[in-house]
């Protein structure tokens, strides 16, 4: 069973205390882990890459593809996710572990819009074109109601991430975080406003030093950054130091984690059974 974490609505008062009242009018959403080298879920296949479902608006969205098809495929038939299901699929950048389950997905039936960078090599975008419409995004805007990108961010690696508007605040979800994690979590709040309820996916901090995380971890709490589920390329010290600094809030991630946020009128209660989560803000 896939364990539910549902973030509630007396969490609002505290939201309102934190962020001087701001609320983000958003959407009840979604968000299932389908692939990560991280594991969380004991029957699902663990490999080196990242993708997520997420389900908003009555749409589903696959937010990157991992690294291996078969894998995909078997991890999504797990969860109960048929391929065909998947109208849109959106690629945060050109590496092999987020790209490589795409062409598996499109022979199990699925015929879904991909949205891509245009920096994308032109022959990966012409073999896509075989199959599906592609579309190439340069700048932030809103791909689907809700749910935003911030468009291409970095110079040695460019990379875009998602926003989802929620009636928590911004969910921030990152394939590798290339550009910088916490520079992604500001242009989320420069675009959009609003608390930062959930920062999600590869924070790309494998190797980075302790300063250097605990420098990120001051910056998303200037940033106002209320949960953390970090994974794939994240890292075990940066794991380490988060959960000293963000404690209860650091939500435990990995292949079949699911993060439930409920609209505001929402008023499930059921917490992860892994990593109980209580309704306080961090620090």
Known sequence: MISKIILFSLFLLSLALSFGGEKVDGKRATITVVYDNQPYREDLVTSWGFSALIKVDGQNILFDTGGEGKILIKNMRKLNIPPKGIELVVLSHNHWDHTGGLLELIREGARPKVILLKSFPDKFKEEMRRFVKIE????PREIAPGVWTTGEMGSTVIEQSLIIKTDRGLIVITGCAHPG???????????????????MGGF????????E????????KKLGVINLAPSHCTGDTALSI???EFGKHLLNSGVGAQFIVEDENGDKTETDRNHPFTLQKPG
């Open 181 to 199: 994690i916490a520079s992604i979590v500001a242009k989320a709040k420069e675009l959009l406003g609003g608390p930062i309820y959930l920062v």
């Open 213 to 220: 995380i605990l420098e990120i971890a001051k910056e998303f």
């Open 204 to 211: 790309h901090l494998r190797g980075s030093s302790e300063k």
């Open 136 to 139: 190439e995004i340069t700048g």
């Open 242 to 244: 988060f959960s000293r």
